[in-house]
């Protein structure tokens, strides 16, 4: 009997179906920040890709994001031509990506959401980002994440 959790389980196809390489993690604890996640697999905070979900005049925008840093939420509105960008509320991030806040992953959504992807996270050699649920992360690379994204580069900071 497979005890998974059914939202990293559509991650893992999602992930299978986009060529991911990488290792999914399930760890003990959940690891809905930077922070503790850096701190549970041992890596800097700034190679943690954060999905943060904005609400766009009413659309979904993905920001992926490193954990470095805060998103300069004016400066990317009006770098992407947008009105304003307001932290989406559980439901609205729910609604979207069919995950819960903390465990939003980069893929995996039942319809595609409109992602843009932070250049600080060049840096790393390898980056980790949710995959789908608070305690799983997956490892991927910068390219990797920008391919099975699709997600043009930005500057969120």
């Known amino acids: 009997m497979n005890s998974e959790h059914p939202a990293i389980t ?28 850096a701190e549970a697999l041992g ?28 998103v300069d939420t004016a400066r990317v509105a009006a770098d992407l ?4 960008l307001r932290r989406a509320t559980p439901e609205f991030v729910r609604e979207h990506t ?8 980069p893929i995996g959504h039942p319809r595609p959401v409109t992602t843009y992807l932070d250049s600080w996270l060049r840096r790393y050699d390898v ?5 789908g649920h608070p305690a799983a992360v997956f ?15 930005i500057e969120v900071a």
């Open 127 to 131: 980056v980790w980002a949710a995959a």
């Open 43 to 70: 890596c800097e905070v700034g190679a943690i890709a954060n999905s943060l979900l904005f609400d766009a005049d009413g659309a979904p925008l993905l920001i992926l994001t490193s954990g470095a840093h805060r």
């Open 81 to 84: 031509g947008l009105g304003e």
């Open 98 to 105: 069919g995950q819960v806040i903390g465990g939003v992953s």
């Open 10 to 37: 559509r991650f893992r196809d999602d992930h299978a179906l986009r060529g991911g390489t990488g290792e999914i993690v399930i760890l003990p604890d959940s690891v809905h920040t930077a922070a503790l996640a």
């Open 139 to 153: 490892s991927t690379t910068y390219d990797e994440l920008a391919a099975m994204t699709g997600a043009p580069e």
